[in-house]
């Protein structure tokens, strides 16, 4: 069980860490790549809602992942 948690913890990790380089800093970033760049009239573009919400998604994950691994050792 813990070797699971173990490597589903590296990989969150490592997938939590490509969703936050990919998020864009104040004028561009690697997500203007993928059309984030395209039609945001002031806001944020669907692409970057879609990513913000996927980052947060990862996190929480890693999260509870993490703390769980703490408890199984």
Do not use: P, W
């Amino acid at each position: 069980m813990a070797y699971v948690l173990a490597v589903l913890d590296t990989v969150l990790g490592a997938g939590l860490l490509v969703l936050i380089f990919l998020h864009s800093g104040k004028d561009a970033g690697l997500s203007s790549a993928f059309g984030g760049g395209m039609g945001s009239f002031g806001g944020t573009s669907v692409v970057q809602k879609n990513l913000d919400r996927l980052t947060v998604v990862f996190a929480i994950l890693f999260f509870v992942v993490t703390i769980t691994l703490g408890f199984a050792l």
